[in-house]
């Protein structure tokens, strides 16, 4: 009696599993293949080294008598103390991943597919099921998702933390989710503390609509609500002040405003931070955003922001992506090395939803036939266009890491080992990697081969420190993408 029903949600079934499973194996395919498994980039390497050097079982390592010599960009030195000044959320969860002995460029893969999951489940409580599986289907065609899910960034753990959130949000409004909204606002608030603990910053914009919008309907139970928020917030905020004590001596004190690194106390605009730099910098990052997510639905959703808002009980979503671009307006610097403008990642699924909602959704037809036909041409035209920069988008990352990765290519191609290596020069013409990204030698100096910066004449320092080592010299012509290795 039960094989037909069993037969009826078989495709089902197919349509909701299918695109989760292909995000993990395209992201892999990406991350492994295309991007060569390489922190591209010195913040996803410097995840990395916090990782490690949580996993050693420290929260900072020593540094070196020549310290001058493997300065590596972000992470700092001071006090005798060489640690990374980043939020703990995501190189926490690079640890667990490396006590469990799983790949950490497996990592963000996972996480990004199960972004899917949850972007099916708010969808599908906020709007209903088909428009879930039309926001599913947009994203799983970005480049711009699929790129920042194969990468070592920590965006797509913050993006996820907040899908999650908004979902128990949502579902704090009917008990068959949840055993109470108690609970629902406990949980909420260890979110929040996730969301904080990852990318403080972005997670602060993120969360605004959704929390404001929320309380805003329970004025009765407001301060009821706020104290679940503080409770389940406790626990993050008690991991926050540890990793604090331990570099910095001061529960409070937070690590990334203890000491500034020297590239970063002089100010990316020689001539002050205004409203000229600040509209060249959203120029700059919407044309990205144009570019990596398919124009339409970018289109899509400039024209809907400016038509009569929906209900509150879901005009928050259309409200987080320009919450974070209007938040970004006061950072005062550039992304650096990204795939497309990454500040804006986490309110992307977000942006998402609100384009699939107003086009397929049955009040869109109050629009007009002809305005609603122009709207879904731009969104299947964004998913077209997606594809196409996906794969002009593979090919030419794979060249930059090809040329990114000159230097530990040859280094394993002539099989070097027991040696330092001075740099003259950076890697890669089409997208060049200075001399302090290279420095990459774990948290310990005990690696089979050292990276150090040219010095000239004070090179001899390190020479007599490792007096049985093998020392060369890498050097690189500016427009030559190889590279050679000279004996000294």
């Known amino acids: 009696m039960n094989e037909p029903n069993e037969r009826q949600d078989l495709p089902?079934?197919?349509?909701?599993?299918?695109?989760?499973?292909?995000?993990?194996?395209?992201?892999?395919?990406?991350?492994?293949?295309?991007?060569?498994?390489?922190?591209?980039?010195?913040?996803?390497?410097?995840?990395?080294?916090?990782?490690?050097?949580?996993?050693?079982?420290?929260?900072?390592?020593?540094?070196?008598?020549?310290q001058t010599f493997f300065e590596f960009m972000h992470l700092i030195q001071y006090q005798g103390k060489w640690y990374s000044p980043y939020p703990i959320g995501w190189p926490l969860i690079l640890t667990g991943a490396m006590l469990a002995k799983v790949p950490s460029w497996l990592v963000n893969p996972f996480l990004g597919s199960l972004s899917l999951l949850f972007v099916?489940?708010?969808?599908?409580?906020?709007?209903?099921?088909?428009?879930?599986?039309?926001?599913?289907?947009?994203?799983?065609?970005?480049?711009?998702?699929?790129?920042?899910?194969?990468?070592?960034?920590?965006?797509?753990?913050?993006?996820?933390?907040?899908?999650?959130?908004?979902?128990?949000?949502?579902?704090?409004?009917?008990?068959?989710?949840?055993?109470?909204?108690?609970?629902?606002?406990?949980?909420?608030?260890?979110?929040?503390?996730?969301?904080?603990?990852?990318?403080?910053?972005?997670?602060?914009?993120?969360?605004?609509?959704?929390?404001?919008?929320?309380?805003?309907?329970?004025?009765?139970?407001?301060?009821?609500?706020?104290?679940?928020?503080?409770?389940?917030?406790?626990?993050?905020?008690?991991?926050?002040?540890?990793?604090?004590?331990?570099?910095?001596?001061?529960?409070?004190?937070?690590?990334?405003?203890?000491?500034?690194?020297?590239?970063?106390?002089?100010?990316?605009?020689?001539?002050?931070?205004g409203i000229p730099e600040a509209a060249q910098l959203l120029i700059d990052y919407l044309g990205l955003l144009s570019r990596w997510t398919g124009m339409g639905g970018v289109v899509i959703y400039c024209f809907y922001l400016f038509l009569p808002p929906k209900p509150t009980s879901v005009c928050w979503v259309d409200a987080v992506m320009l919450c974070l671009i209007g938040g970004y307006l006061f950072v005062p610097f550039p992304a650096g090395n990204q795939y497309g403008p990454r500040y804006y990642y986490e309110a992307f699924p977000f942006m998402v939803l609100s384009v699939a909602s107003n086009v397929f959704s049955p009040r869109s037809v109050e629009r007009g036939t002809h305005t609603q036909t122009v709207l879904k041409s731009l969104f299947f035209f964004g998913m077209v266009m997606n594809l196409f920069y996906l794969s002009k988008s593979m090919l030419r990352e794979h060249e930059v890491i090809i040329e990114r990765r000159d230097l530990y290519d040859l280094v394993e191609k002539e099989k070097i080992r027991n040696a330092v290596i001075f740099l003259q020069n950076g890697t890669g013409v089409k997208r060049p990697m200075p001399v302090w990204d290279l420095l990459r030698n774990g948290t310990d100096f005990n690696g089979s081969i050292l990276y150090a910066e040219d010095k000239g004449k004070r090179n001899e320092e390190l020479v007599s420190y490792f007096p049985g080592r093998v020392f060369y010299r890498y050097v690189r012509e500016d427009q030559n993408p190889k590279g050679r290795l000279e004996k000294l």
């Open 12 to 66: 089902r079934f197919l349509v909701i599993f299918l695109p989760f499973a292909a995000a993990f194996f395209i992201t892999v395919f990406v991350g492994g293949w295309i991007l060569q498994a390489f922190p591209n980039s010195a913040d996803e390497y410097d995840y990395l080294f916090q990782a490690r050097t949580y996993f050693s079982g420290r929260f900072f390592n020593a540094t070196h008598p020549s």
């Open 120 to 273: 099916f489940l708010l969808g599908k409580r906020l709007y209903g099921e088909k428009i879930a599986i039309w926001a599913v289907f947009y994203l799983l065609s970005s480049p711009f998702f699929i790129f920042n899910s194969a990468s070592y960034f920590s965006h797509t753990l913050c993006s996820l933390i907040l899908l999650m959130l908004a979902y128990v949000l949502a579902s704090c409004h009917s008990d068959s989710v949840l055993p109470s909204r108690r609970l629902g606002m406990a949980v909420g608030g260890f979110l929040i503390g996730c969301a904080l603990l990852t990318r403080p910053y972005t997670a602060f914009w993120c969360i605004f609509p959704m929390i404001y919008f929320y309380l805003r309907k329970r004025k009765r139970l407001f301060f009821q609500d706020l104290i679940w928020l503080g409770l389940g917030l406790l626990p993050c905020s008690i991991a926050y002040g540890i990793n604090n004590y331990h570099i910095t001596g001061n529960l409070l004190q937070d690590v990334a405003g203890w000491s500034v690194p020297p590239h970063l106390q002089a100010p990316p605009y020689p001539g002050g931070y």
